[in-house]
């Protein structure tokens, strides 16, 4: 998408999302900016009547593996990266994101899966994508690091100089602890992916933990380190006791993602660290693997980002229904959760907010009282959905 400054625009008649309320008014554009928020409708000649819609800034979203069902539509089948890559922009664009940080895996539980066949091609594309134009949304780089994979340092390794990496993240996915605490989950999650047999699961758990013992320790150290010294934003991944936010907090981690009980999110939050939890489990009510609710986190003060993760409408969507649901939060405090604060976590200080001077990412939104309905995206002044 070209990225000419725009002209003039004028939206009117619009209930305005800010940081901190949200009021009936008009949001000036000029050159690509946010120009001027005034309260009270506008009889502005050419001006976007939003007919009482809600007007937000685009939404930020820091971890999605979306593209990956883009890559591989069905098992075996492997699709042109450069054709996913957009059909995946198209997504998560007319979900309301203008900035979405691509979670790319670097490494995997599963010799020879998909992700680890299309990483160098998923990166490409996206990097080919977002230098060429041809994007809705800003793509940045999100490297996920399987800690227990005996070869990551060589996978991560590859792409270090990539201009794109902002965000790495330092997983571990052995059954018994973080997010597979309950081994019946684990066995429930991989055995329905993978088609594995009773006898095939045991030998695939025993060489997952073998694995774990051997390497995540010290990958997790080196890569962190590497992060630290290349100004990289670390995030821990499935954090579930003190112990583990103890350990992210000495390697410097920024943010905790989907910590699976409310003792390692409060202790999260206790060492400065932001807390992200997925939009899918706000939409059903829960974690699918057995683990604390978003919602919950919510009620305890302990929510601070929301990811779309693998469903990129349940962004925008688990922001209204933190507001209108039973929690009843503020509608400017939960869209902060997919727009200004995953935008200050990953150091973006030009978007996030409808403020002048800030770009102008917006999307309009109806309030239907079921599922909200996108309305118009626009990126930087121009619109892209």
């Known amino acids: 998408m070209n990225r000419e400054p725009s002209q ?10 800010t940081r901190n309320e949200v009021f009936h008014g008009t949001v000036c554009v000029r050159d690509g900016l946010l120009a001027d928020l005034a309260r009270g409708d506008s009889a502005v000649a050419g001006a976007i009547d939003c007919e009482g819609d809600h007007l937000l800034p685009g939404l930020v979203e820091l971890h999605t593996d979306n593209l990956e069902k883009h890559m591989t539509p069905r098992p075996k ?28 895996a670097c490494g995997d539980v599963m010799d020879g ?4 066949a299309n990483l160098e091609a998923m990166v490409a594309a996206i990097g080919n994508g977002q230098a060429d134009g041809h994007f809705r949304a800003e793509h940045r780089l999100h490297l996920r690091c399987e800690v227990a994979c005996a070869n990551i340092l060589e996978l991560f390794g590859a792409f270090l100089d990539d201009p794109l990496v902002r965000i790495v993240s330092l997983m571990d996915h052995t059954p018994g602890q973080r997010q597979f605490v309950r081994e019946d989950k684990y066995r429930e999650y991989y055995m329905g992916k993978y088609g594995l047999s009773p006898a095939e699961m045991a030998e695939f758990t025993a060489r997952q933990q073998a694995a774990s013992a051997l390497h995540s320790a010290k990958h997790r150290r080196i890569i962190a380190e590497i992060c630290r010294g290349r100004g990289f934003i670390v995030a821990s991944h499935d954090d579930a006791t003190l112990e583990h936010v103890e350990e992210a907090r000495g390697l410097g981690t920024h943010f905790s ?28 009510g829960g974690s699918h693997s057995g683990n604390i609710s978003a919602a919950e986190l919510a009620a305890e003060g302990c929510l601070d980002l929301l990811s779309s993760d693998y469903v990129p409408i349940s962004l925008m969507h688990a922001a209204f229904l933190l507001h209108r649901g039973p929690l009843g939060l503020p509608l400017h ?16 200080d030009d978007r996030g907010r409808i403020e002048p001077g800030r770009r102008a990412d ?23 959905a």
């Open 77 to 104: 089948v492997r699709w042109n990266p450069a054709a996913a890559a957009m059909a995946h922009d198209a997504q998560m664009a007319s979900a309301g994101v203008t900035t979405v940080f691509d979670a790319i």
């Open 113 to 116: 899966s998909a992700r680890l």
């Open 8 to 17: 003039d625009l004028v939206f009117r008649n619009a209930r305005v999302v």
């Open 333 to 348: 405090e939960t869209v902060a959760m997919v727009s200004a604060s995953p935008a200050e976590t990953a150091g973006l």
């Open 257 to 284: 993602e989907f910590p699976t009980t409310l003792e390692a999110a409060r202790a999260a939050r206790a060492e400065g660290m932001k807390v992200l939890m997925g939009a899918p489990n706000v939409v059903r």
């Open 362 to 384: 917006l999307v309009r939104v109806r309030d239907t009282g079921d599922v909200p309905v996108i309305r118009g995206v626009w990126r930087q002044g121009r619109q892209v």
